[in-house]
């Protein structure tokens, strides 16, 4: 066997690494994968059961009030499993504006991803005031109302 040969072959295996490393489809690609792997573990994992190795919001911890996200294992965990009614009670806004949203976003960074093209959404000013007051009415609200 030909040194030069196998020094060209582990070029060209680092170089197509490195490609795909880089390629715009490989954080999409792995966000994907990292959700589909933590919906695997959390199809067998009863949030709503005390005793389950699931982590805890810090927020929750440190201040015993719900912030924004609260709920949304729960929500995730009945919307695998057929109960809507359930999930709409974990987290109402988070059920009928961030998964539409989420599913928006994250599609549209996996096309453009696989279409060689960077997507980087940008909310503006008015945008980011929108959604940062809608989180932190939602977390009063919660709050308050229990």
Do not use: I
Request: with cysteine.
């Amino acid at each position: 066997m030909d040194g030069s040969r196998g020094g060209r072959g582990a070029g060209a295996f680092a170089r197509a690494v490195r490609t795909l490393r880089t390629h715009p489809a490989a954080p999409p690609l792995g966000a994907l994968a990292a959700g589909l792997a933590g919906a695997a573990y959390l199809w067998g994992t009863n949030p709503h059961q005390a005793g389950q190795w699931l982590p805890r919001c810090p927020f929750n911890l440190l201040t015993g009030l719900l912030c924004p996200a609260c709920g949304g294992t729960r929500m995730t965990y009945d919307l695998m499993h057929g109960d809507v009614v359930a999930a709409f009670h974990d987290n109402a806004l988070l059920l009928t504006l961030g998964v539409p949203a989420a599913a928006y976003f994250g599609g549209r960074w996996l096309v453009e991803g696989l279409r060689g093209r960077r997507y980087r959404p940008k909310l503006g000013r008015v945008g980011t005031a929108v959604v940062l007051g809608t989180a932190v009415v939602w977390a009063v609200v919660r709050n308050l109302v229990g």
